[in-house]
C-alpha cells in the first residue's frame, strides 16, 4: 500500500491492486496542498468528521469519482442527503471492505458541518490492508484511552494532529504516540493557517526522545508502506 500525504489531515492510501481511499480531502481551499481536487481520483472517501477543513472538496471529488463514503453515521446520512453513496458505520465498529478493514475511533472533538447540521462524533479511523495498519486519528485532543486502542490494534502508522489550538500540540502528541506505540509517527494538521503553525521537526525530537521513530512528510509525498 502507498501513502501520499497532501497536507492538513487529507491522504490519499493506494492499495497493492490500485484501489484508491482519500482521507478527509481538503485540497482546493488548502493553501498549503499542491495537489487540487480535479487532480485525485478517489474509489473511497472516508471522513473523521464534519468541519469543513476535512469535508473539503469531497463532493466534487465523489461527483466526478463516483466515490463511496465511508464514515460515522451521521455524517454518512449527511453525505447521502447530498445525493451521494455512503457506507454508515460507528465508533468502535469495523467492517471489511474490499481493499481491507475499517475501524472507527473516538476522538475529542467537534462535527457540525459548515452548513450547520449535526455530523454525529467526531472519529479517528484505522485502517487495515495489505498486512499494514494506518490509525489517522482525526482531529482530536490527547486521551488515554489510546492506550486501549495499542492493547487491541497493532499500529504500523500513526497519524496525528500537532498543531494545537483545534487539537493536541507537540507535547500531548507525543504523549498520544507513547501511549500508541506505532512504527512511525507521522504529524498532520500543522502550518496550515497561521493558527496552528507547529514545528514538526520539534514533534521528531520528542519522539525520538521517547525512542520512537517520526517521519515527517512534505507536501505531495507519496511512500510506500
Ligand atoms: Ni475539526
Ligand atoms: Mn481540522
Known amino acids: 500500500m502507498k501513502l501520499r500525504y497532501f497536507s492538513h489531515s487529507a491522504v490519499q492510501l493506494t492499495t497493492?491492486?490500485?484501489?484508491?481511499?482519500?482521507?478527509?480531502p481538503f485540497l482546493d481551499g488548502n493553501p498549503t496542498s499542491p495537489v487540487k481536487s480535479d487532480d485525485v481520483v478517489a474509489d473511497y472517501i472516508i471522513l473523521t468528521h464534519g468541519h469543513g477543513d476535512h469535508i473539503g472538496d469531497s463532493f466534487a471529488i465523489a461527483k466526478r469519482c463516483n466515490s463511496l463514503f465511508i464514515c460515522v453515521?451521521?455524517?454518512?446520512?449527511?453525505?447521502?442527503?447530498?445525493?451521494?453513496?455512503?457506507?454508515?458505520?460507528?465508533?468502535?465498529?469495523s467492517y471489511n471492505f474490499e481493499f481491507g478493514r475499517v475501524k472507527f475511533t473516538?476522538?475529542?472533538?467537534?462535527?457540525?458541518?459548515?452548513?450547520?447540521?449535526?455530523?454525529?462524533?467526531?472519529?479517528g479511523v484505522i485502517i487495515t490492508c495489505d498486512g499494514k495498519s494506518v490509525y489517522h486519528t482525526g482531529d482530536t485532543g490527547l486521551f488515554y484511552d489510546m492506550k486501549l486502542i495499542r492493547e487491541m490494534n497493532k499500529i504500523n502508522y500513526m497519524l496525528l494532529p500537532i498543531g494545537d489550538n483545534f487539537t493536541m500540540g507537540i507535547e500531548d502528541a507525543v504523549k498520544a504516540v507513547s501511549f500508541v506505540d506505532p512504527d512511525v509517527a507521522i504529524p498532520i494538521h500543522y502550518n496550515t493557517f497561521p493558527i496552528i503553525q507547529a514545528d514538526p521537526n520539534e514533534f521528531k525530537l520528542g519522539c525520538e526522545k521517547i525512542k520512537k521513530y517520526c517521519r515527517?512528510?512534505?507536501?505531495?509525498?507519496?511512500?510506500?508502506?
Open 16 to 24: 497493492n491492486s490500485g484501489i484508491r481511499i482519500l482521507i478527509d
Open 73 to 93: 453515521n451521521e455524517l454518512a446520512n449527511y453525505c447521502i442527503a447530498k445525493g451521494f453513496r455512503a457506507h454508515n458505520m460507528h465508533i468502535g465498529g
Open 106 to 123: 473516538i476522538a475529542h472533538h467537534g462535527s457540525m458541518t459548515d452548513d450547520n447540521y449535526y455530523a454525529g462524533e467526531p472519529a
Open 216 to 225: 515527517i512528510l512534505h507536501y505531495g509525498e507519496e511512500i510506500e508502506l
